[in-house]
């Protein structure tokens, strides 16, 4: 099987000659043989209470389905964690194949600075009047394959970790909403496994955040999931871009 080839890009400060200080773009290129690359999906899930939320999910879904079938065919492991429906899947071979999991050994937590959010999000981050929270999910968009056969669904870090160990994963990507909240903070996402010392990264191009432009910094929709990408590379993992894996 032919590797695959990343193009890894975070953002670091750098000083220039008369001393200004600016965030600079780097790009890695990393090869991997496919077999070796995890995807996961983060809840990308079939209805949203926001829905602005649900519209912008609707636009981007048939490309998330396209570029993961695109990896699961050249041997990359898909990881589905629409978290609070594993009820849902209880009897899905996909569930059954990872529930209950557990590594051998746990892994270490490590340190790691959490800097505020380029954006205000503390209203739950709707751009949509009259939209109330609520519990809208039933299970993963429908529009998105899972295959019985070889992928699995979980919801849980810990189990996601043991499968990652147990198939000698050396890189995993996380595609997926909502960028700000679910896709940093649960517990098989982006802070968890930084913090467990695991090499992952964003699919930037496949990812919306939970932003209001009528809080600051007073951008737009589009503008404040770009902060919230940029935060990203420059305090917790690189991000790739969707194309990597379809080309």
């Avoid at 000659?17 to 773009?25: D, K, L, M, Q």
């Avoid at 389905?65 to 990896?71: D, F, G, K, Q």
């Avoid at 899947?89 to 209950?100: F, K, L, S, T, W």
Wanted: one cysteine or more; proline letters at 5%.
């Amino acid at each position: 099987m032919m590797p695959l080839v990343l193009h890894l890009r975070s953002q670091s400060l750098h000083t220039d000659a008369v001393g200004h200080v600016s965030w600079r773009v780097d790009e890695v290129v990393q090869q991997i043989d496919p077999a070796r690359l995890a995807i996961i999906v983060c809840d990308v899930w079939d209805h949203h209470w926001c829905r602005g939320a649900e519209e912008r999910l609707d636009a981007m879904v048939e490309r998330m389905n396209e570029t993961l079938c695109a990896a699961r065919a050249r041997g990359v492991q898909i990881i589905h964690a629409p978290s609070e429906t594993m009820a849902f899947y209880a009897d899905h071979p996909a569930r059954r194949r990872i529930a209950g999991i557990v590594s051998a050994a746990l892994p270490f937590e490590r340190p790691h600075e959490d800097p505020l959010l380029p954006i205000d999000d503390g209203d739950g981050g709707c751009d949509v009047v009259g939209c109330t929270p609520h519990r809208a999910w039933t299970c993963e968009h429908r529009t998105i394959t899972i295959d019985a056969e070889r992928d699995v669904i979980s919801d849980v870090g810990l189990e996601v970790y043991a499968w990652l160990v147990k198939w000698g994963i050396e890189r995993t990507l996380i595609m997926g909403v909502h960028t700000n909240m679910c896709v940093l903070r649960r517990s098989f996402a982006i802070m968890q496994m930084v913090r467990w010392g695991v090499p992952i990264a964003l699919v930037r191009d496949l990812t919306d955040a939970m932003y209001n432009p009528a809080r600051a910094p007073y951008v737009s929709h589009d503008e404040g999931t770009a902060l919230v990408v940029s935060y990203i590379e420059q305090h917790w993992c690189p991000t790739v871009a969707s194309t990597d894996l379809i080309s």
